[in-house]
T-cell receptor, first 114, second 113 residues
């Protein structure tokens, strides 16, 4: 299957700072990418849909000014968590949509805000 | 997305076929059924999807009932590495927009040695 990478895999930051997470589709072009987060013992929850060259679409309850998404190319989408707080600590996972509308997921980024 | 119902957990002996059921009674005629799995602390992995006909790939087989109200994912020879949470996600229109996935609780499949 297609390969999606994320960087970093793990990050610890202080409260009030910003963190950028990169998501890359390595062997295919992805017009659409998605960002999810997963809290312990819960299922993934969709945060936003990222379309190359246009503004992201955010799910209800997700603050667009806090979670900045940029999809500048067909192989790269970034998620920036601005002014992070401990409650933002979570497992952030991106995915890229494949040609048959299946999704290929990255390995995830574990964010810990202290 | 159509709501799906899956058993919360299942056990299967290593080397045997694992059959994971899913009910998706609200699925409409043009909505596909997708299966993903998530191994602990990793990103989910796409397995297979189908519309009406049974499907098979190198990972699994998907059997969809004629009325399309339910499906079964079959892992033909389960190994310990197949232990994961399996998600059945219905109601995705593969010909339409770019919908994100709505994950339910899935089935925690445990392969026993």
């Amino acid at each position: 299957g297609a390969v999606v990478s994320q960087h970093p895999s793990r990050v610890i930051c202080k409260s009030g700072t910003s963190v950028k997470i990169e998501c890359r589709s390595l062997d295919f072009q992805a017009t659409t990418m998605f960002w999810y987060r997963q809290f312990p013992k819960q299922s993934l929850m969709l945060m936003a849909t990222s379309n190359e060259g246009s503004k992201a679409t955010y799910e209800q309850g997700v603050e667009k000014d806090k979670f900045l998404i940029n999809h500048a190319s067909l192989t790269l989408s970034t998620l920036t968590v601005t002014s992070a707080h401990p409650e933002d600590s979570s497992f952030y996972i991106c995915s890229a949509r494949g040609p048959r509308y299946e999704q290929y997921f990255g390995p995830g980024t574990r964010l810990t805000v202290t | 997305d159509a709501k799906t119902t899956q058993p919360p957990s299942m056990d299967c002996a290593e080397g045997r076929a694992a059959n994971l059921p899913c009910n998706h009674s609200t699925i409409s005629g043009n909505e596909y059924v997708y299966w993903y799995r998530q191994i602990h602390s990793q990103g989910p992995q796409y397995i297979i999807h189908g519309l009406k006909n049974n499907e098979t790939n190198e990972m699994a087989s998907l059997i969809i009932t004629e009325d399309r109200k339910s499906s079964t994912l079959i892992l033909p020879h389960a190994t310990l590495r197949d232990t994961a949470v399996y998600y059945c996600i219905g109601g995705l229109n593969s010909g339409g927009g770019a919908d994100g996935l709505t994950f339910g609780k899935g089935t925690h499949l445990i392969i026993q040695p």
